[in-house]
C-alpha cells in the first residue's frame, strides 16, 4: 500500500470512530474543531512517521473505547436507569410485581 493510501485510510478510520453529529448540526456543513484539527494534520505535507504512529496509537484506542462502551451497555443495561426503575424490573426478574402506590390526589 502507497504511503498516501495508508495515510488516507487512517485519516479515514479516524472520522469513523469520531461520534456521530447531532441532528440539527447535520443540515449546517460546520465541522468540529476536533475535525478541523485532524484535516489541517493530514493536508498539507507528508506527516512524519512519529505522527503516523501516533495518529495509529490513536485510532486503536478510540476503536478500544468504542467497544468498551458497548459492551458496557450490553452488560449493565440498568447503567441508566433510575433506581425506581431498576427495583421494579429486578423484582420482575424475580416473577414479582411492585405493588402500584398511592398517591394523595386519588391518581394511582
Given at each position: ?6 495515510l ?25 474543531p ?20 501516533h ?22 443495561p ?19 410485581d ?11
Amino acid at each position: 500500500m502507497s504511503k498516501t493510501s495508508q495515510l488516507r485510510s487512517l485519516y479515514r478510520s479516524l472520522l469513523r470512530e469520531l461520534p456521530p453529529k447531532p441532528a440539527a448540526s447535520q443540515s449546517s456543513q460546520a465541522r468540529s474543531p476536533l475535525h478541523q484539527r485532524l484535516r489541517q494534520s493530514f493536508s498539507g505535507d507528508a506527516p512524519h512517521e512519529q505522527a503516523v504512529a501516533h495518529a495509529d496509537q490513536l485510532l486503536q484506542y478510540l476503536r478500544a473505547q468504542r467497544q468498551y462502551t458497548t459492551l458496557l451497555e450490553r452488560y449493565n443495561p440498568g447503567m441508566g436507569m433510575d433506581e425506581e426503575e431498576r427495583v421494579r424490573l429486578t423484582a420482575r426478574r424475580v416473577g414479582m410485581d411492585l405493588p402500584v402506590e398511592y398517591e394523595k390526589d386519588g391518581k394511582s
